[in-house]
């Protein structure tokens, strides 16, 4: 319907004043519905993570206990989960983890071991970064990976610790 409506109203093809006004209103209606469905989501999945961080079972549970069942799961649901418990162990077990958890077939898999990684990651850790590339399909994965390279860049920068400046500086070569 949306698209229907946008085609009828677009300024290039209905050159009229009252079609340009509409299609202003049409635009903004849009606009307001997805920002409202984007909003609901990260609700609900912030009041996801922060319910599985206080669980005190999980809290419990031992690093190897929680590998286990994120290797030998089926269900999406509870691999997710699995992921954000162990998103509080922050150590080179985990990054090796959840490093594998984004070439999982499943998109939320995915998006939340990004999610996790996101915090986690320094410098030291963009050469995995690139490898997690090549073995990703899905488009917002890959552009995650990517945010996640600059953001670590920028903020070992701040930092002055990033030894591959080398990398991101333009200069002129003289040929």
Known sequence: AYRRLVLRYHPDINH???ASGRFREIVEAYGTILDFARTSVNDSSQELYTSIKKDPVVKK???EELENRFKYSSSSQLRTS???ALGMYRDER????LFDAIRDEDENVQL???KILEKACHFRDIPRVFVSLS???N???RRGLFYM???IKKQSSRDNSFPCDDLFREEKVAC
């Open 16 to 18: 009229t004043v009252k």
């Open 61 to 63: 549970m031992k690093f």
């Open 82 to 84: 699995v992921l954000i």
């Open 94 to 97: 985990t990054k090796k983890l």
């Open 112 to 114: 939340t071991a990004l």
């Open 135 to 137: 073995g990703v399909k």
């Open 139 to 141: 488009r917002k994965v």
């Open 149 to 151: 390279i600059f953001r």
